[in-house]
């Protein structure tokens, strides 16, 4: 049997969930202070898994930073949107972070998610929230492959369905 795409599993992500009012400028001005990047538009990742900004729904977004600095990134976010309505959280030990690479990662994902995987249909820098396998999960594109984030509590589920996944053959039906 063959292999598909290679699993790494991440040991450390930088992330704060930010719930706000993504409309208003305050909020962008903080992302862009604490990530270099803008705020995405729907369904796509502005910068990298290591600093960027992903969008997970019209009012919230999950920004990346490297771990040793999101203590400080959250303070600065949380500083700046001082008298704004928000939530900002340190959820990177809440996360488990896997990247899969290789010429068939895209058949992996689409063996376990109910997404559009096809090169048409999705690419470097789009995102989706949806299902891997059972569990609740996101990912995006990135130029070497793409990066899944879940909850650490089913990240040894999520390891075992994607390394599962990468075994056998590939069918060639995403181009």
Known sequence: MSELATIT?????GMI??????S?????????AATG??????????????????WMSPDELLIMVPYDTVDAALEQIVTALS???HLAVNVSDA???FTVAGDDARE??????????????????????????????AFWQHETGFDVVCFRSVGDYAEG??????????TGALG
């Open 108 to 137: 992996v994902l689409a063996r376990l998610c109910p997404v559009d995987l096809h090169a048409q249909s999705f690419g470097v820098g789009d995102f989706r929230r949806t299902r891997l396998a059972q569990v609740p999960a």
């Open 17 to 22: 969930t930010l719930r706000a009012d993504l």
């Open 161 to 170: 369905v994607l390394r599962r996944s990468a075994q056998g053959t590939p």
């Open 95 to 97: 996360r488990a972070v």
């Open 9 to 13: 599993r991440h040991a450390e992500r």
């Open 83 to 85: 008298g704004v309505h």
């Open 37 to 54: 990047h803008a705020i995405p538009a729907a369904g796509k990742i502005a910068g990298d898994g290591t600093k960027g900004v992903l």
């Open 24 to 32: 208003d400028g305050t909020v962008g001005e903080a992302v862009r």
